[in-house]
């Protein structure tokens, strides 16, 4: 018995409706010492990293010097014909099971992450400056530069002083946006596991803050201005500040 086309694809679009879906949309101050903050953002379905832009090492993504007022720059990935073609038909949908081109997504910004992007879920990550180099030397090696520094724009973004730019890695059903973003995570030092879904990811953030005061846990958490968001009666941490020695479950 075949079945039906729309179970046949609801995989597929999940995985791609997770990486198209814009930012509701903006960070806070460096604070000086042991750690750097960046910030998990959750859109509807997708997942993007903001850092603070003044704490980029030199020679790292001079991308970032195409923003010169932004305080933080939030960086996101997903299917090139998808997420910056817009190409979200049948068709589209059906490409992106195999391994294809995809994007990154820059926007640059001022303020509070948590004010910035009111209508999302922020949570702020707390990681030590070499875990902070690791993250920008994985996000700086995902541009497909073509032996030009800085990599060339597509275009503009979605939102705000925001710019598409190629990546050199491959979009797959299994490599989605958030598994992108949660190998970012990795790299900072940051315990996270891969998830093909924006809940996935989120859901393991989560996991950190509660696990912030257990005795014994990997880590030491500080929480450091929470917010909360509502959805369905349910509340959770807006902008929780954590250390990447701890583990997500």
Same mark, same amino acid.
């Given at each position: 018995?075949?079945? =039906?086309?729309?179970?046949?694809?609801?995989?597929?679009?999940?995985?791609?409706?997770?990486?198209?879906?814009?930012?509701?949309?903006? #960070?806070?101050? *460096?604070?000086?010492?042991?750690?750097?903050?960046?910030?998990?953002?959750?859109?509807?379905?997708?997942?993007?990293?903001?850092?603070?832009?003044?704490?980029?090492?030199?020679?790292?993504? =001079?991308?970032?010097?195409?923003?010169?007022?932004?305080?933080?720059?939030?960086? /996101?990935?997903?299917?090139?014909?998808?997420?910056?073609?817009?190409?979200?038909?049948?068709?589209?949908?059906?490409?992106?099971? *195999?391994?294809? #081109? $995809?994007?990154?997504?820059?926007?640059?910004?001022?303020?509070?992450?948590?004010?910035? %992007?009111?209508?999302? +879920?922020?949570?702020?990550?707390?990681?030590?400056? &070499? /875990?902070?180099?690791?993250?920008?030397?994985?996000?700086?090696?995902?541009?497909?530069?073509?032996?030009?520094?800085?990599?060339?724009?597509?275009?503009?973004?979605?939102?705000? &002083?925001?710019? %598409?730019?190629?990546?050199?890695?491959?979009?797959?059903?299994?490599?989605?946006?958030?598994?992108?973003?949660?190998?970012? *995570?990795?790299?900072?030092?940051?315990?996270?596991?891969?998830?093909?879904?924006?809940?996935? *990811?989120?859901?393991?953030?989560?996991?950190?803050?509660?696990?912030?005061?257990?005795?014994?846990?990997? /880590?030491?958490?500080?929480? $450091?201005?929470?917010?909360?968001? +509502?959805?369905?009666?349910?509340?959770?941490?807006?902008?929780?500040?954590?250390?990447?020695?701890?583990?997500?479950?």
């Amino acid at each position: 018995m075949l079945l =039906p086309k729309a179970m046949l694809l609801a995989p597929i679009l999940l995985a791609l409706w997770a990486c198209a879906a814009p930012p509701a949309g903006p #960070p806070q101050r *460096l604070e000086g010492g042991a750690v750097i903050p960046i910030y998990l953002v959750a859109h509807d379905g997708h997942t993007g990293i903001a850092v603070p832009r003044a704490a980029i090492p030199a020679g790292e993504g =001079p991308e970032s010097r195409e923003f010169p007022q932004a305080e933080y720059l939030e960086v /996101g990935w997903g299917h090139r014909d998808y997420y910056y073609g817009r190409n979200q038909g049948l068709w589209g949908t059906l490409n992106a099971m *195999l391994p294809s #081109p $995809s994007v990154l997504h820059v926007a640059g910004f001022r303020g509070s992450p948590a004010d910035y %992007f009111r209508a999302s +879920e922020v949570i702020e990550l707390a990681v030590p400056a &070499d /875990g902070f180099e690791r993250l920008i030397g994985y996000i700086h090696a995902a541009y497909e530069r073509a032996g030009t520094l800085p990599a060339t724009a597509l275009g503009p973004g979605l939102y705000g &002083d925001s710019r %598409f730019y190629p990546a050199s890695q491959s979009f797959h059903l299994f490599r989605t946006c958030n598994v992108w973003v949660a190998q970012a *995570l990795r790299a900072a030092g940051l315990q996270f596991h891969d998830s093909l879904t924006m809940e996935g *990811l989120m859901s393991q953030a989560r996991r950190m803050y509660e696990l912030r005061s257990q005795p014994g846990s990997l /880590g030491h958490a500080v929480t $450091s201005g929470v917010r909360f968001w +509502e959805s369905a009666g349910v509340r959770f941490p807006r902008a929780t500040r954590l250390s990447s020695g701890q583990s997500a479950l």
